[in-house]
């Protein structure tokens, strides 16, 4: 069987991409919202954007509203049954609305504030979950449309997370889902860029306990507060690697709350989340062994460490078959050579190369204006991107 070489995949990439499709999409998505809340992936919110939004979006492009599987997933396939395939994950959930005014209203933006020439799309999520699902759900109509018989399938999971720090979902779609895939690109805002690696991260809580008091006489008491100082000195010590391009493993502090919440009360329990970032090669469940060793010399104060939500790191090699893919795709589709990085956030690739599957990250967006009261996201960049992807998954399947 002759392999479909990138000028090929272009040819018919170029042929059945249709720009004011990919527009009308995107701004489509940006209009309906779908930001996390309390409830995650339960959101009835998030759940719906997949299933009023996403699903009939897919039949009116590909014939195929594809399948919403048990947890709320959306999970959409193209050609033959090979356990070979090439998966696009792609997320519903956006970061809440805070303080952006007209989080949701699509609106089309010159690009001079955002630093490109082509209009833009404005609104939540535009340069961080939605921009890459516009590509990929447009890559999948230009697959359906180009009609090339495709040996493996190319599937696409669009995932009710995308903001919530864990990996649930991903995790859920492999085990229930039947994906037969070998390699896959996580869809979020890379700039366009192929994101080669990313750090991990490991949510941490130490709940340091004392003695109250009143707080003229501190000395009848225990004060956690002073046993948590110490723990920050103690974890000043602690050893963390490095990466040549990630840099650093982080321990950082992200809350703090002492108790009881009384005035002049020596408290008797202080709370505190770390966050460990994790390196390619590090686990977890090691980083929360050596926290926890390491607190053994504080005395004093009972100490409890507790692990919490997790998100593996990963790393690929430069040339491994979906990177090297991509990289031509971005070639022929733009005409300029591809850019790679290492990200520091925490990521679902991670958990798709440790499950087996050679995974990069790639989409459109300029992650600067992520969360921000600023987010937009380039049209031109969002159109690349559906061709890049749709070019890419040719050259894997076909």
């Not at 999948?140 to 018989?149: E, K, P, Q, T």
Request: with cysteine.
């Amino acid at each position: 069987m002759s392999i479909m070489t990138p000028q090929e995949a272009f040819n018919i990439v170029d042929r059945c991409a249709r720009d004011e499709e990919i527009d009308r999409l995107l701004v489509d998505l940006l209009r309906y919202p779908s930001p996390k809340t309390d409830q995650l992936e339960a959101d009835p919110q998030v759940k719906r954007f997949i299933a009023e939004n996403v699903a009939p979006r897919l039949a009116e492009f590909t014939a195929s509203a594809g399948a919403i599987d048990a947890m709320g997933n959306l999970i959409w396939r193209l050609g033959g049954a090979s356990a070979h395939g090439l998966l696009f994950m792609g997320y519903a959930m956006t970061f809440p609305a805070a303080s952006m005014k007209h989080p949701f209203s699509g609106a089309l933006v010159g690009g001079q504030p955002f630093g490109v020439a082509s209009q833009c799309a404005f609104g939540r999520g535009a340069c961080e979950q939605k921009g890459a699902l516009a590509g990929m759900i447009c890559a999948a109509a230009i697959l359906a449309r180009a009609r090339v018989a495709l040996p493996a399938p190319l599937i696409l999971a669009v995932s009710l997370a995308g903001e919530t720090g864990r990996h649930e979902a991903a995790e859920f779609i492999l085990q229930n889902d039947a994906i037969g895939a070998r390699s896959a690109i996580i869809g979020l805002g890379t700039g366009n860029r192929v994101c080669l690696g990313n750090k991990g991260r490991i949510d941490v809580e130490i709940v340091v306990h004392g003695k109250s008091a009143h707080s003229s006489m501190p000395e009848k008491g225990v004060n956690a507060v002073d046993g948590f100082r110490r723990v920050l000195e103690c974890l000043d010590r602690l050893p963390l690697g490095a990466h040549p391009r990630l840099g650093s493993a982080t321990l950082t502090v992200t809350k703090i709350r002492s108790g009881p919440d009384l005035s002049h009360t020596i408290p008797d329990v202080c709370r505190a989340v770390l966050d460990r970032r994790l390196l390619p090669g590090e686990d977890p469940n090691a980083a929360l062994r050596d926290i926890r060793d390491a607190l053994k010399e504080v005395t004093g104060w009972p100490i409890e460490v507790t692990g919490g939500v997790f998100m593996y790191p990963s790393e690929v090699a430069e040339d491994c078959g979906i990177a090297a893919a991509t990289t031509r795709s971005v070639r022929e589709v733009t005409r300029r050579e591809a850019e790679s990085f290492y990200s520091p956030a925490a990521l679902d690739a991670g958990f798709l190369n440790r499950s087996g599957i050679e995974t990069i990250m790639f989409g459109p967006g300029d992650l600067r204006f992520a969360h921000t009261d600023g987010e937009a996201v380039s049209l031109q960049e969002v159109r690349d991107a559906a061709k890049i992807y749709a070019a890419t998954a040719l050259q894997v399947l076909a």
